[in-house]
DNA sequence: CGATTTTGACCAGCGC
DNA sequence: GCGCTGGTCAAAATCG
């Protein structure tokens, strides 16, 4: 009905290509896509968004697509204007009856349209809760069972915690990740005492680096250990290794081995998992002593064009800009993952948090793509509650060209894997480093709408439109921090959406996906 | 020569 | 208890 196809979205995206600029060998430069930057969202804003004025928008975070969209609408009024002139008045009426009936229907798919989100939203919601409630059951299970048993687990640290010796004053209602990210520390601190009586009187530099704002603050017990602590941690995690942290996961299609993601990483064990030819690789933070952030990296067995990458921890060390949104964003969705089954922290925006991936932020659940049952960005992992996993599924965007990821290596046959990137021309490392995602023009979930080829074929610009979104991980991270209210470590990514961050359930999405990296 | 990767060994959890 | 698997360690190899 609308005349939008997919051809518009081609040649704009050509158009953008040839606005790249070229490296000196005659190849167009390779710009990476940070999904978490707001001075690209933007720089690119200026190229869409900041010349369609609001009135002109489908929808408030709706950019380029909404001018195209006027602008055919607008022709085809001009021409019916001057048509006028010359058409008899009896043609002329017809074509307005059957603009008239045209707006009808256009109103009627409309109100269909929400109808259809409402209940999918509804319906969302109650799966989630249902999932919710069987992991909160699970981990009190766990929790009571271990806990007796006398193992160590990421329950018992719950039960810990209430503990006046060990912390005095925190309570259930502040058993949020960061907490719990605090009692992995503690455990870790209080495991490393028990083990060796030369470690009395010290403390363990291992849950410094795990402490949250609220433990530097004093909150907690905290010394220092004069012994190496990243060797300290890494023994206590060997050596416990029952500990359970959240993990966030990112899938995004690309060939390089690795994402950037603007730290440095150490590579430190390699394995061949059951069921995936693909061996995977674990890495942890150096970029500073003692962070307890580690990844995995997989290539996903059903596609290998996909690159799993799963993180694990909170950094303890400042980061650099380009690193701290992804950071951010991650430990965030970790924390919230962790504290989604008990939370009782009210948000900052004043409704209660039952869980990250509530509607009552939304943001996960655009109502542009609700008419696919598989298009939600993020999803918790059921599989395994020890090891709650959010899953931000972006592998549905184009390949991750290689080229883009210069100062990767390969996954196994070269050295110094690590995503300290040469900044690319927008001055920022990027997020997965997709030159293709800066071709493509700026989110348009409109676009979507006004595609004829929806939904049938809606799957696939979905991955797109979350591919060439630039203010994705911008309000992905708005989203999340707003939920946590942490202190932001990048607040000029964050503050950078003026048009976008009140209204976070516009343009992002992704997909459902289950853990298949194994 | 320091930093990093490689890779076999080790450990803990889990299912049978 | 045994075997399998995932995760980590640490010595050796490699790289810059």
Redesign the pocket.
Known sequence: MIPYSQGNLMDHQLAQEDKQPSSPDGRPATMELDFFSGDRLRSDGSDHGASVPDSAKLHPLDDGGAMDFLTLRTGVLWRENHQEETKPTSQLKSLRDRLEELKGENQKLRSMLELISKNYTAVYAQLLLVMQTKASIIHKFQDEGLANAG??TYGDNLRERSEPSVEAGITDQQCDGQSMENHIGMKRALSSTNETSSDEGQTNQSMTTLESPNVARGKNIVREDEEDPD?R???V??????YRKARVSIRARSDAPMISDGC????????????NPCP?????C?MAIGCPV?K?IQRCVRDKTILITTY?GKHSHPLPPTAAVLAKTTSAAASMLLSGSTATEAAPNGNSNPSFLSSSNNFLFPHHFLYSNSSTMASLSSSSP??PTITLDLAQAPLINNHSLHSQ??????????TQNIPPSNGYPGFLGHPQMHMLPPPQAHHLLLNNQYPSSLMGNVGATIASDPSFGSKLAIAISSMVGASATNPGMLNSNTNGCTNISSSTSAIITHDDA?
Not at 280 to 284: D, L, N, S, T, V
Not at 410 to 416: D, E, F
């Open positions: 193992v160590s060797n941690q890494d023994q995690l060997g050596q416990q290794g029952s440095q990483w150490r590579k430190y064990g390699q394995k061949l998992a059951k069921g995977r690789a674990y890495y942890r150096t580690r995995q694990e020890n090891y290596r390969a996954l196994s046959s070269t050295p110094n894997c690590q194994s």
